[in-house]
């Protein structure tokens, strides 16, 4: 083994054991999150949960909305959601299941509306995470719309019409769900608005032929 073939190992383990440790203060941020909500997800908290000092955390995250679009960058690939971020159509009914499911952990939900609304300034380190985000959901949701009604919705909306709407409910219904979680249930309001996608429960439904 040659001196650079030593230098290229010692390099790679060092990259390795770098990510090693990203993921594990993005598992310890999701797990302060979910004990303590948005605000209480400091850098201090999650660094100590991992055994680092801030300033050492500073040193894979250097701010705390990188670190928290980590947390949703690793949501998406870890949970439900993954599919709609690859291109996979789903049934309303599994769409509706999503919502329910993301009715469970509210710090999370908190963490991705707050960074949502955040973003939308100029140059927000969370702009273009969101920005493709929503384009890749935005697909996701057309995909699946035209799976479930064919290439005409029953109220005269394409699929690609209708998917900003789809992604409009499920992202307002999460805001006004934090704000006020007794008076909205989120789950059942979400199976409301599938019942106007289509009165009729789909006996009119096109097989998209």
Known sequence: ????D???????????????RKAEIVRAA????????????SLAAVAERVGLTQQG???????KEALLVA????????????AALHGTAWPMAMVADL?????????VVQVFTVLAGDS???GHPAREYFRDRYTRVRRWAADSLRAEYGDTLPGGLTP?????????????LQLQWLHDPGAVDMPAVFRHFVTLLDPGGGDGESDGT
């Open 1 to 4: 083994m040659t001196a650079n």
């Open 6 to 20: 030593r230098d290229r190992g010692r390099g790679l383990g060092r990259a390795v054991r770098n990510e090693d």
């Open 30 to 41: 999701l797990e302060v999150i979910a004990e303590r909500g948005y605000r209480g997800a």
């Open 57 to 63: 955390l500073l040193h894979y995250f250097p701010t």
């Open 71 to 82: 947390v949703l960058e690793v949501r998406d690939r870890w949970d439900m959601a993954s």
């Open 99 to 107: 919502v329910e499911y993301n009715a469970t952990r509210p710090g």
């Open 120 to 122: 939308v300034t100029g």
């Open 160 to 172: 690609e019409q209708a998917a900003p709407l789809l992604v409009a409910v499920m992202d307002g």
